[in-house]
């Protein structure tokens, strides 16, 4: 059975799913994510300065919008070159 817990704001409740219950699999995520992070890091380190990487490992969001214009860059410079169309 899942665990939810009710959050009240501005007289509207809402119930809120945990996504990971067990200790175990949110300290696998997290180790997964920090992963994540140091190889695109590691791949693009010399386009994103540490600072917007520090903030992706705080916003998900964040470290979504950066992959979208790191692969922006990419293209733009194999369309530039002429290896796609």
Same mark, same amino acid.
């Given at each position: @059975?899942?665990? @939810? *817990? =009710? @959050?009240?704001?501005n007289n509207v409740t809402y119930l809120m799913t945990p996504l990971i219950e067990n200790h175990e699999e949110l /300290? /696998? =995520? #997290?180790?997964? %994510? #920090?992963? !994540? !992070?140091? *190889?695109? %890091? =590691?791949e693009v380190s010399d386009l994103v300065p540490l600072k917007q990487m520090n903030a992706a490992r705080r916003n998900p969001e964040y470290f979504l919008r950066l992959i979208e214009l790191a692969l922006a860059y990419f293209v733009d410079g194999m369309e530039a070159e002429g290896e796609i169309q």
């Amino acid at each position: @059975m899942v665990n @939810m *817990s =009710a @959050m009240q704001h501005n007289n509207v409740t809402y119930l809120m799913t945990p996504l990971i219950e067990n200790h175990e699999e949110l /300290e /696998e =995520a #997290k180790q997964g %994510y #920090k992963d !994540l !992070l140091d *190889s695109f %890091y =590691a791949e693009v380190s010399d386009l994103v300065p540490l600072k917007q990487m520090n903030a992706a490992r705080r916003n998900p969001e964040y470290f979504l919008r950066l992959i979208e214009l790191a692969l922006a860059y990419f293209v733009d410079g194999m369309e530039a070159e002429g290896e796609i169309q």
